[in-house]
């Protein structure tokens, strides 16, 4: 059964960090880029990071940028967000993405169940 | 915020159609890159219902289509049914930011 699993979240205070990891099963992460997509309590899908297939290439949000850093271990079927300096706009379940090049771009298509990360003192 | 605008609800009876529009602009959509559609439920991870403007991924229904001119794209949903009650979200590139980028959502309702 191909699927993505995510854990790692919790509650934190603001400024602490956490990260998050995804693991795969069913299928192989290595020939993927993957992404991490967040939902805030009540609002919609925010795009947050992507990291390349072999890791060389890494892109993210503006509301992370300098805080978040995305990372992978393809020997491991893994992916994992490093998150610190956190702010309560932060709170959000975070949802590990499977990225496959469809006709006409790149489309979403295998998503985790998401893990819950809240920010508050 | 998103860069993709959609219409925050739509509803419609048992057997209507329905359609949801997804305005973009000349860094994403209008740029060429693809639409793709995700269908929520409630309680659920997104799913992924169209790709590549008009294409359904294998399971999904011939109910769902969707389309693309110019800057926007449009999902309908045809023959509508209750458990079609969720929400939908657009998705595309844009070039300007160097990132993806998702719609504002939209809430279909079955009356």
């Known amino acids: 059964q191909v699927q993505l699993v995510e854990s790692g979240g919790g509650v934190v205070q603001p400024g602490r960090s956490l990260r998050l990891s995804c693991t795969a099963s069913g299928f192989s992460i290595s020939p993927y880029a993957l992404h991490w997509v967040r939902q805030a309590p009540g609002k919609g899908l925010e795009w947050v990071a992507i990291?390349?297939?072999?890791?060389?290439?890494?892109y993210y949000a503006d509301s992370v940028k300098g805080r978040f850093t995305i990372s992978r271990d393809n020997s491991q079927n893994t992916l994992n967000l490093q998150m610190n300096s956190l702010r309560a706009e932060d709170t959000a379940v975070y949802h590990c993405?499977?990225?496959?090049?469809?006709?006409?771009?790149?489309?979403?298509?295998?998503w985790g169940q998401g893990t819950m990360v809240t920010v508050s003192s | 915020q998103s860069v993709l605008t959609q219409p925050p609800s739509v509803s419609g009876a048992p057997g209507q159609r329905v359609t949801i529009s997804c305005t973009g602009s000349s860094s994403n959509i209008g740029a060429g890159y693809g639409v793709h559609w995700y269908q929520q439920l409630p309680g659920t991870a997104p799913k992924l219902l169209i790709y590549g403007n008009s294409n359904r991924p294998s399971g999904v229904p011939d109910r769902f289509s969707g389309s693309k001119s110019g800057t926007s794209a449009s999902l309908a949903i045809s023959g509508l049914q209750a458990e079609d009650e969720a929400d939908y979200y657009c998705q595309s590139y844009d070039s300007s930011l160097i990132a993806s980028v998702f719609g504002t959502g939209t809430k279909v309702t079955v009356l």
């Open positions: 993405v499977r990225e496959r090049r469809v006709v006409a771009g790149d489309a979403f298509d295998i």
């Open positions: 990291i390349s297939y072999d890791g060389s290439q890494k």
